[in-house]
């Protein structure tokens, strides 16, 4: 009931501010957002639109993680928090409300010099564990298996580790604290393997189909790929937001905003 109560209340606001960012607004002021760096490309994108047309509005993103962002919320030291894992019962509890904004497919990735092409999502949690430690077992080289993962506290470790039902179990080689440097790792290593958000994948790595399904906006949405999860707006239940936060939410979680987020590589909850 709160938290419906709140959002209720940021969209007569919005509609009072005509609609947010997607046209022209009365709204002036900061809008700060905090959190995941695997909604960089996606935030970066819908607060640039924003901006673009509302100059009196200054949107700022910073790439902390989503634990991170989520304690930003909860301390007011941000507007929005940017979280790639959903809130925890406990999170919830303290006054922190939920909104998805996106869905995202979380790749495995490797050197493009890599031979294996597919893994089943049992063979991937075999390996993250320690079970199969050399590519020939999988179909590849014979070398040995280099885990690259995320530090803990990242929601991109959360989403894969939940899925693959590998919580607390990884072995790792490198924690790395960002998207980009898994990227780097994995493409400088042909023997390595980690996991990043599909917005995020670029030319440097492959992308594994599991179980035979490739990691793809189509296959997000129809929830055929195995490893996806939400992208999150964090929100404290009982306050209200500014006026240009306000407006600003309005806009990125409106049909208007479906084209924009699509672009940027993920699949809009709209």
Same mark, same amino acid.
């Given at each position: 009931?709160?938290?419906? &109560?709140?959002?209720?209340?940021?969209? &007569?606001?919005?509609?009072?501010?005509?609609?947010?960012?997607?046209?022209?607004? =009365?709204?002036?002021?900061?809008?700060? +957002?905090?959190?995941?760096?695997?909604?960089?490309?996606?935030?970066?994108?819908?607060?640039?639109? /924003?901006?673009?047309?509302?100059?009196?509005?200054?949107?700022?993103?910073?790439?902390?993680?989503?634990?991170?962002?989520?304690?930003?919320?909860?301390?007011?030291? /941000?507007?929005?928090?940017?979280?790639?894992?959903?809130?925890?019962?406990?999170?919830?509890?303290?006054? &922190?409300?939920?909104?998805?904004?996106?869905?995202? $497919?979380?790749?495995?990735?490797?050197?493009?010099?890599?031979?294996?092409?597919? &893994?089943?999502?049992?063979?991937?949690?075999?390996?993250?564990?320690?079970?199969?430690?050399?590519?020939?077992?999988?179909?590849?080289?014979?070398?040995?298996?280099?885990?690259? $993962?995320?530090?803990?506290?990242?929601?991109?470790?959360?989403?894969?580790?939940?899925?693959?039902?590998?919580?607390?179990? /990884?072995?790792?080689?490198?924690?790395?604290?960002?998207?980009?440097?898994?990227? +780097?790792?994995?493409?400088?290593?042909?023997?390595?393997?980690?996991?990043?958000?599909?917005?995020?994948?670029?030319? =440097?790595?492959?992308?594994?189909?599991?179980?035979?399904?490739?990691?793809?906006?189509?296959?997000?949405?129809?929830?055929?790929?195995?490893?996806?999860?939400?992208?999150?707006?964090?929100?404290?239940?009982?306050?209200?937001?500014?006026?240009?936060?306000?407006?600003?939410?309005?806009?990125? +979680?409106?049909?208007?905003?479906?084209?924009?987020?699509?672009?940027?590589?993920?699949?809009?909850?709209?």
């Amino acid at each position: 009931m709160k938290k419906t &109560l709140s959002l209720a209340l940021v969209a &007569l606001l919005a509609i009072l501010l005509l609609a947010g960012c997607g046209s022209k607004t =009365s709204a002036s002021g900061s809008v700060a +957002t905090d959190g995941s760096t695997s909604m960089e490309k996606v935030i970066g994108a819908l607060g640039e639109a /924003c901006t673009k047309e509302n100059s009196k509005i200054n949107f700022t993103y910073n790439p902390t993680g989503s634990g991170s962002g989520i304690t930003a919320v909860l301390e007011g030291r /941000c507007d929005i928090g940017l979280s790639s894992r959903n809130l925890k019962d406990e999170e919830k509890a303290k006054g &922190l409300s939920e909104t998805v904004l996106a869905y995202d $497919g979380i790749a495995v990735i490797v050197s493009p010099e890599n031979s294996v092409s597919d &893994l089943s999502l049992e063979q991937i949690s075999k390996i993250y564990t320690g079970e199969i430690k050399n590519w020939k077992e999988v179909g590849g080289a014979d070398a040995a298996i280099v885990l690259i $993962g995320r530090e803990a506290g990242s929601g991109t470790r959360d989403g894969f580790e939940s899925i693959t039902k590998t919580k607390d179990k /990884c072995q790792y080689r490198q924690e790395l604290t960002s998207t980009g440097d898994v990227i +780097t790792s994995v493409a400088q290593n042909p023997d390595a393997i980690g996991y990043a958000s599909l917005a995020s994948v670029k030319d =440097s790595i492959k992308a594994l189909s599991v179980g035979g399904v490739a990691p793809s906006e189509a296959s997000v949405k129809d929830k055929t790929y195995a490893i996806q999860r939400d992208f999150v707006l964090v929100t404290k239940t009982d306050s209200t937001l500014s006026d240009a936060a306000a407006a600003f939410f309005a806009f990125i +979680t409106s049909e208007a905003a479906s084209k924009i987020i699509s672009a940027a590589g993920v699949v809009s909850a709209k």
